[in-house]
């Protein structure tokens, strides 16, 4: 800390139980939403319930597309705190949260203090990191290990301790295990690739001799190995499907209609590093001149960006959350290049100036476009979308005041502006993000699930006709009986073809037998079955779905 007197530890303590305040304060805002915040969650009530930790599943139906490390996180959080929002994203919010620490650890040991802070700075206040942080998925689970891996690698190869180095290293195929049961091969794939990479673009061969491989494969397979075999041993059907399916077929064909150009990821990387995207180039044309030494932690985190986001470039399946582990990586560059524009005298030279300012500018501009948000609202949204203006107003006055208070310390202070310009952006896309319950609060479908909830007998068949509600499965606390269209339980139905009605006129045999039934659909399918005349008491509804009963229900279960 004594490298730079702008280093004040207890500035930097402040800041950082104030962030931690805002990080996990925010976790139980919002409710859940489709589709993966309301899977993950219902996938770990439906393992904590069944007791079953082996074979994940949903709504009822085996569910192999990923490992279970995080619905065995999130399972072991409702048994010790209960079942509810915060605690299905504690899981996200921890991992996020703990990557900030590690990046800025790690930059403090491989170039120095300043530049490990600022790192930690950087990574804290990216849109995209944030967004996801809070958002239950598996990407956030996944990327925190994969960076784990990434980080543990640099110091075990910076490191001038024997023993120091050895152990970093066994500590990165421990990450590269964990990210393995987080999200399937990936875990591992995604290093393998980078370290050919650099070895190859570095011309650094060495760096092979230096990776503990056998040991690090027998630790790597002590951890994976065992849940693999067991779920094998349980579900011969799942090797197929998990290698072939979700691995070969996800990135090679259209399987999962998740496509899109090759240019996909390119807005989502200029989003998702905004505040800092100016200083990449920078960054890596610095990189770029070190890449010729023994080892060059630099070289290697720029093949680690390149390598991700080409990889799922040329993807057949993309979504915005395939490239999150970028991030740490660009905040380990941008942190090591602000920290030399820093130089000995802490202030940063005009065009950090004119970057403050300029989105200071750009922050005054979103407000001309405020009447554009809920433009495309459906009538029941107007309301949400009007009241989702004033978090969005919120947001943009945080991104402008401190940005402007960013500008005015370049001079006085590099490292208080930089400080200053990340809290800006981190507080805009905490706002903007935790003020999104205006719009999800119908899409979660909350209000219908507490209206109804305890009227529902607990041992009545549910049926779910034509739709895979992603929430309402967790906030009723129960399965559903998938009716004609299983969507992603597709596999599942195939495996359990007795647990689910593959025909509408199935359903209406079924529906007529079965007295004290209880159904969901969408609105449209609610009137297309009153023409039909079928016996349907409507229980409730939202702008989104209707529940219904059979009408004779009353008097069954009296």
Known sequence: MRRSSALHLGKILLLTIIYVLLWFGTMNYRHLIPSDEGRYAEMAREMLVTGDWVTPRYNGYKYFEKPPLQVWATAATFQAFGIGDWQARLWTALTGFLTILAIGFTGARIYNPRAGWIAALVLASSPMWVISGHFNSLDMGLSAFLVAALCSLLLAQTSHNKTSSRNWMWACWVFMALATLSKGLIGAAIPAMVFIAYSISAWDWKIWTRLRLFSGIVIYLLITAPWFVLIAQRNPEFLEFFFIHEHLQRFTQDTHSRTGPIYYFAPLLIIGALPWVLQIP???????????????????????????????????????????????????????????????????????????????????????????????????EIEAYAQYVNWVIAALIALVGFSLYAAFQSKRNGLQSIASFASGFFLCAIIAGTGHETLGRAVSGIDLAHRVKTNIPTNVNFYSVRLLDHTMPFYLGRTMIMVEDPDELQFGVNQQPDLWLPTLDAFITRWREDQTAYAMMVPEQYVALQAMNLPMQEVDRDSRRVIVKHPDTAKVTQ
Request: proline share 5%; with cysteine.
């Open 282 to 380: 920078g960054s890596i044309a610095q990189a770029w001149q070190e890449r010729r030494r023994e080892f060059s932690s630099g070289w290697l985190l720029v093949c680690w960006f390149a390598i991700i986001f080409t990889f799922f470039s040329v993807s057949h399946s993309k979504l915005p959350g395939y490239i999150i582990p970028i991030f740490p990586a660009l905040a380990l560059l941008t942190g090591s290049r602000l920290d030399r524009l820093l130089g000995h005298t802490n202030s940063m030279a005009l065009p950090w100036k004119l970057q403050t300012l300029g989105f200071a500018l750009l922050g005054c501009v979103g407000f001309f476009f405020l009447s554009e948000i809920g433009k495309q609202a459906r009538p029941d």
